[in-house]
T-cell receptor
């Protein structure tokens, strides 16, 4: 069963515009959620984890247990934010990933 | 380089051949994972080790696949009698929470 859903395959925004990547999860326990990013020709790397509640590269993500969502937001997109973004749910030490969202930031 | 490393980075093989991939985790991490990623999908869990013990295998891991982690250090993933459907990116990761990924081995089965 798909535990993590990222409804948008592609997202295109202009530089300086806000960007929001949606992530919904299905899990009855206490979720541990992450956002990973993959820049062109680079490995998958951790961007955010919900328990740290920090902002990385201007991105934030809030866990909404009522809506079972963990959307990623940035108020002003930059060209270097163009990448593939994956939402992931940790269950029993294993990560379950969404299908990913490709973000393109246009000048 | 103190990150997770994988070898080879690319492998092209003919259907029916056996292939073996190697992963060297971050040295202090005791959990090591293998994931598979196909085009347009996120990584899918295959198996993981806690030190040298293989604790879980996904149903995706058919009996043609075997993974080992001798002495709890590096790990190998072997695919026997490869099929075209095995073509994918094979990712290794290690964790002491959070999880860090290697660059992957891209397998192409002709």
């Amino acid at each position: 069963a798909q535990r993590v859903t990222q409804p948008e395959k592609l997202l295109s925004v202009f530089k300086g515009a806000p960007v929001e990547l949606k992530c919904n999860y299905s899990y009855s326990g206490s979720p541990e959620l992450f956002w990973y990013v993959q820049y062109s020709r680079q490995r998958l790397q951790l961007l955010l984890r919900h328990i740290s509640r920090e902002s990385i590269k201007g991105f934030t993500a809030d866990l909404n247990k009522g809506e079972t969502s963990f959307h990623l937001k940035k108020p002003f997109a930059q060209e270097e934010d163009s990448a593939m973004y994956y939402c992931a749910l940790s269950i029993d030490y294993k990560l379950s990933f969404g299908a990913g969202t490709t973000v393109t930031v246009r000048a | 380089d103190t990150g997770v490393s994988q070898d080879p980075r690319h492998k092209i093989t003919k259907r029916g051949q056996n292939v073996t991939f190697r992963c060297d985790p971050i040295s202090e991490h005791n959990r090591l994972y293998w994931y598979r990623q196909t085009l347009g999908q996120g990584p899918e869990f295959l198996t993981y080790f806690q030190n040298e013990a293989q604790l879980e295998k996904s149903r995706l891991l058919s009996d043609r696949f075997s993974a080992e982690r001798p002495k709890g250090s590096f790990s190998t993933l072997e695919i026997q009698r490869t099929e075209q459907g095995d073509s994918a990116m094979y990712l290794c990761a290690s964790s002491a929470s959070p999880t860090f990924f290697g660059p992957g081995t891209r397998l192409t089965v002709l």
